[in-house]
């Protein structure tokens, strides 16, 4: 199979499992969905059908059991309860993580055949079935339809390397969407068959159309793995005889050497680079790329009419031509911006599961709720998300769901609540994770952080709760007495912080004691283009974002009060602090002392702070580049770009050099 078979497969097959474990657990808050039952069972079923072209043998194993399971469910010869979507569960998120192995290896991990057969086995409980074993190898004695089917074929044909293949298919294999004769036409180089029945026949009126009564015997010419990748998919009702090695052989499994450990809040660390693009957005981009071409050629006819033309006519022409230009720039921009626009269910659809699996490893019962699917933003937005919400829903179940006891005890329901929301805010998108759990205590995070040195007393004296909330934060904080990947909120907060400013955005917690806590990220729509205020200190020129920037304004050193090692400044009879980017940035100022200073007035981790700089230059649209190399992730550089001298800009991040 070629490389771009297989990665379509991944990509199908990642919808397919998604699609499945949204079926799943729908139906197990209303198990009388037929819709939902049936979604589950056409998802199963071309995800099995995708399978057996490839040699992943243990995975379609598996994948068969369920179908059967969900046909038996469909039919109601078993009973969907708690049990059978456990089970289906189990086998969605086991072949979630083949896949990964897969993406990653080419090929299942070595235990494959044992957890396929497990779970097979698991799943044909449901049916009061015992697990299918794979079919035994013909014994050597076994041999006698061998050589009946051989004395067949010519002395020529003998004398060449043969497969002997006998194929006994399922009683219900149609069913199962198995088609036998189509498997025997596609084994190449066939040079005897034998059709039979594999019990005797019934009288005519009481054959079962339905019912596969066949045996099918077969020797081909062509090599031992063409044969055995025609029954890739069904190895459990096939034998092999090799006759050149005189012996028999089976279909080989799938191995490799990987990982076997699973956290099911973990990211899938996905590394594909495939976005799926609504037609209509590709028109018009190659609409745009048109009108620039024809844009370009207007500039090159000035050009060559140069030097017949004076040069208001040619100033005129080009400014005219600029303009055009200047117009599809920008809508080639939020064409490129719509591409890459993706919904939020690309991450959000992954958590359901997740969080079920979480609340049950640690005993609590929990109803998870999803909102704004369809909110859009830029894919690396949606993208980056993804990992600081696999901490935030973590300690949600760990820390923020208070065992069922304690909630019935507290007036509660057993069960706790946990949403995760999606709104568009102009030109943010802001995400929220709430639980109605037992909310954070500030009186504990004081505890804590004055034990932990975090912060002094006298620091502690002076923060407000709200303050002293948002010290989870902090790096390394944590109120929990014993730390593992499932303990407090403080664990992974502080990259959780880092990684949304990464991204352009902020985050916050909201939190009563008793009632739940919020996180809440708000993000730019994009971090590609971004619009910023250049401005000069120390004779350089750098950007900031002007997402960050409320005001400019000039105040006067009358008006600049020093506060003890810093400084402060009174805009509008409120007093804000003063920070100096030339001392931030540990370059000396242009600005003469005494003579007041230029303010840039931001907001800080939700307060207002004036960033004293030497100048304001122009506004101006930038494509930003993210730092990459021995800066990336350097604090205080957002990104860089292009000026239109060929210089190359900084984009600082403001609140990074403040810390």
């Known amino acids: 199979m070629t490389d771009d078979l297989l990665e379509h497969f991944i990509v199908e097959a990642r919808e397919l499992v998604q699609q499945a474990t949204d ?25 099995k059908g995708s399978v057996g072209l490839f040699d992943f043998a243990p995975m379609g194993h598996a994948l068969h059991a369920a179908e059967d399971l969900l046909s038996a469910l469909k039919g109601r010869q078993a009973r969907l309860d708690g049990d059978a979507i456990d089970i289906l569960l189990q086998c969605i998120g086991q072949t979630d993580r083949w896949v990964g192995f897969i993406e990653e290896s080419g090929q299942l991990p070595p235990e494959a055949v044992e957890e396929g057969q ?75 068959l034998r059709v039979v029945g594999r019990d005797p026949w019934p009288p005519p009126a009481e054959i079962d159309p339905f019912a596969c009564n066949l045996l099918i015997e077969a020797i081909s010419a062509a090599p031992f793995d063409a044969v055995k990748a025609v029954f890739r998919f069904v190895p459990d009702q096939v034998a092999i005889h090799d006759l050149s090695a005189h012996g028999t052989r089976e279909p080989d499994r799938a191995g490799a050497e990987g990982p076997t450990g699973h956290d099911p809040l973990a990211s899938d660390g996905s590394g594909a680079r495939v976005i799926r693009i609504d037609a209509t957005r590709i028109d018009r981009l190659a ?58 269910r690309k991450v959000f659809r992954r958590f359901p599961r997740a ?39 973590r300690n949600a179940v760990a820390h923020g769901a208070e065992p069922d006891a304690m909630r019935l005890a507290t007036g509660k329901p057993a069960k706790a609540r946990i949403d995760l929301r999606a709104r568009r805010e ?73 990684a949304v400013k ?81 001392d931030l940035l540990d370059i000396p100022s242009q600005v003469v002392p005494g003579t007041g200073t230029k303010v840039v007035v931001m907001r800080v981790e939700g307060e207002k702070v004036g960033l004293a700089v030497d100048g304001f230059a122009e506004r101006m649209d930038v494509l930003m580049r993210p730092m990459t190399g021995l800066l990336a992730g350097m604090p205080g550089l957002m990104g860089t770009t292009l000026l239109g001298d060929g210089g190359v800009l900084m984009i600082l991040d403001v609140p990074g050099l403040i810390g």
């Open 118 to 192: 497990c779970l097979a086995g698991g799943l044909r409980s449901q049916l009061g079935q015992e697990s299918e074993a794979p079919a035994p190898m013909v014994p050597v004695a076994d041999i006698g339809w061998v050589d009946a089917l051989q004395a067949t074929i010519d002395a020529k044909a003998r004398d060449a390397s043969l497969i002997a293949v006998r194929y006994s298919p399922r009683v219900d294999c149609f069913f199962a969407g198995d088609d036998p004769l189509a498997l025997l036409r596609s084994v190449p180089d066939l040079v005897a």
């Open 426 to 498: 102009a030109d943010w998108v802001v995400v929220e994770v709430s639980d109605d759990g037992s909310g954070i205590d500030p009186a504990t995070i004081r505890r804590t952080a004055l034990g932990r040195g975090v912060v002094s007393g006298d620091q502690l004296a002076r923060m407000s709760d709200a303050e002293v909330t948002d010290l989870i934060f902090a790096p390394g904080f944590s109120t929990a007495e014993k730390v593992t990947d499932l303990s407090g909120r403080g664990v992974g907060m502080d990259a959780v912080r880092t």
């Open 502 to 582: 990464r991204l352009g955005g902020q985050i916050s917690v909201h939190s009563v004691p008793g009632r739940g806590t919020t996180i809440r990220f708000a993000l730019p729509l994009t971090v590609v283009m971004t619009k910023a205020m250049l401005i000069r200190v120390g004779g350089e020129t750098y950007g900031i974002p002007m997402d960050d920037i409320l005001e400019t304004t000039f105040v006067p050193a009358s008006r600049i009060l020093p506060i003890q090692e810093s400084e402060a400044f009174v805009l509008r009879d409120r007093t804000l602090p003063l920070v100096r980017l030339a």
């Open 355 to 393: 969080v079920r699996e979480i609340a049950a490893q640690l005993g609590k019962t929990v109803d998870f709720f999803v909102d704004g699917h369809d909110v859009e933003a830029d894919k690396s937005v949606v993208e980056g998300l993804s990992e600081p919400l696999v901490h935030v829903l």
């Open 23 to 47: 079926d799943l657990l729908a139906l197990e808050r209303d198990p009388a969905s037929a819709v939902h039952l049936d979604s589950a069972f056409r998802a199963i079923h071309t995800l």
């Open 287 to 344: 609409d745009l790329v048109g009108e620039m071409v024809v844009a370009k050629n207007v500039l090159a006819h000035l050009v060559s009419l140069g030097d017949g033309l004076d040069r208001a006519a040619l100033v005129q022409g080009i400014q005219t031509s600029h303009a055009a230009i200047d117009r599809l720039v920008g809508d080639m921009h939020r064409a490129v911006m719509d591409v890459r626009m993706m919904p939020m």
